[in-house]
């Protein structure tokens, strides 16, 4: 190869470089702006999930606001229902009171009246057999029995005070059963009571529980 060649050779060989260096210039130019452009979108999103995470601390700040807010209004409303219930619990139990002095002051006036009524027969007796053999033909045969609307009143009466008088004392010893310790005494009740019980020992531990996390 004469040295013309040589040369030669050594240009294109340094052109071919430089074109390979411009290309690699040009790539990294490329790249570069590549990864600005990411950065960028970097940066703008990064600004926008902050702005997402503050809004999103403000909804749920709002939203607990109004969760609490319908706690507040749906305890409102218990409570003013609950008063409302006892209101009304007073108002049946002093009519209630009003209707049993009633039905004693009925009774009174009938056990009196049953009284006039035997006095009147005394009376009729004690003017000789005669007349009062006249007198008791005309008298129904069953003068001494109680009139049968009474009876058939008083006898529901009765049967509903005994009902209301068991299920009270039913009631004594569900609670007295359930509050036993350990719920001991349940099992000493009647079998058809001991369901009602072991529910309100688990409704009384329950209280508790609620009483222990509140006191904390």
């Not at 009765?158 to 009902?163: A, D, R």
Request: no cysteine; glycine share 4%; proline share 2%.
């Amino acid at each position: 190869m004469s040295a013309a060649d040589a040369e030669q050779k050594r240009r294109d060989e340094l052109a071919a470089l430089e074109q390979e260096s411009q290309r690699a210039r040009q790539a990294a130019e490329e790249n570069r702006a590549a990864l600005n452009a990411l950065d960028e979108q970097r940066r703008e999103r990064e600004g926008r999930l902050a702005l997402a995470l503050r809004a999103q601390q403000d909804f749920e700040r709002r939203l607990e606001e109004k969760r609490a807010e319908l706690a507040r209004a749906e305890a409102e409303a218990a409570l003013e229902a609950l008063t409302k219930a006892v209101r009304d619990r007073e108002l049946s139990a002093e009519a209630f009171a009003s209707a049993a002095q009633s039905v004693i002051n009925r009774l009174q006036d009938f056990d009196a009246a049953q009284e006039g009524v035997e006095e009147a027969r005394q009376a009729i007796l004690l003017r000789g057999p005669a007349e009062a053999r006249a007198v008791a033909a005309e008298l129904p045969d069953d003068l001494d029995a109680e009139p049968g609307v009474f009876a058939e009143a008083l006898r529901t009466l009765t049967e509903i005070v005994s009902q209301r008088a068991d299920r009270d004392l039913e009631r004594d010893l569900v609670e007295a059963a359930a509050r036993s310790p350990m719920g001991h005494d349940i099992s000493r009740l009647p079998g058809h009571l001991q369901g009602l019980a072991r529910e309100r020992y688990a409704a009384i531990g329950r209280e508790m529980r609620r009483g222990q996390e509140n006191d904390k």
